[in-house]
C-alpha cells in the first residue's frame, strides 16, 4: 500500500477583510507537488454580517492569475459566525503550474478570515 503525503498551507491567518476587500494568497507552486487531484480548503469567518467567496486562481507563468474557464468559486457567500464554525470544501482546479486562492468580502462589512489549503 502506498500511503500519499498531502500537502498543508495556512493561506490566511485569522486576517483582517474590510467590506467588500478581496485578499489573495501567496503564490503556490504546485508543480513541485505530487498530488492525485485532490484539493480542499478548511475556512472560518467571523464578523457580524460578513460574507467570503473563495476562489481558486490559476496560472500558467507565474504571473497572471485568473479563474479558469468553466471553473466555479471554491465557496459563495460563506457567512461569517460567532463561534468556532470551521467548514472544509472540496475543489477541482484545472491543471496549471501555479495557483492562488482569493477570498472576496461580499456582504459589505468587515470581519476575519482565516484558510487552510490541502492539497492531496
Do not use: H
Given at each position: 500500500m502506498t500511503i500519499n503525503d498531502i500537502y498543508v498551507r495556512k493561506v490566511f491567518a485569522l486576517q483582517t477583510i474590510e467590506a467588500s476587500e478581496s485578499l489573495d494568497s501567496e503564490v503556490i507552486?504546485?508543480?513541485?507537488?505530487?498530488?492525485?487531484?485532490?484539493?480542499?480548503?478548511?475556512i472560518?469567518?467571523?464578523?457580524a454580517g460578513v460574507s467570503v467567496?473563495?476562489?481558486?486562481?490559476?496560472?500558467?507563468?507565474?504571473?497572471?492569475?485568473?479563474?479558469?474557464?468553466?471553473?466555479?468559486?471554491?465557496c459563495s457567500n460563506y457567512p461569517g459566525v460567532t463561534d468556532e464554525d470551521y467548514?472544509?470544501?472540496?475543489?477541482?482546479?484545472v491543471g496549471a503550474r501555479w495557483m492562488k486562492i482569493r477570498l472576496t468580502?461580499?456582504?459589505?462589512?468587515?470581519?476575519?478570515?482565516?484558510?487552510?489549503?490541502?492539497?492531496?
Amino acid at each position: 500500500m502506498t500511503i500519499n503525503d498531502i500537502y498543508v498551507r495556512k493561506v490566511f491567518a485569522l486576517q483582517t477583510i474590510e467590506a467588500s476587500e478581496s485578499l489573495d494568497s501567496e503564490v503556490i507552486d504546485i508543480g513541485v507537488l505530487a498530488y492525485t487531484g485532490s484539493f480542499s480548503l478548511q475556512i472560518y469567518v467571523t464578523g457580524a454580517g460578513v460574507s467570503v467567496d473563495a476562489l481558486c486562481l490559476q496560472s500558467n507563468d507565474g504571473t497572471n492569475f485568473v479563474v479558469a474557464n468553466g471553473v466555479s468559486n471554491i465557496c459563495s457567500n460563506y457567512p461569517g459566525v460567532t463561534d468556532e464554525d470551521y467548514e472544509i470544501y472540496g475543489f477541482t482546479p484545472v491543471g496549471a503550474r501555479w495557483m492562488k486562492i482569493r477570498l472576496t468580502e461580499t456582504q459589505a462589512a468587515a470581519g476575519s478570515v482565516e484558510a487552510t489549503l490541502a492539497i492531496g
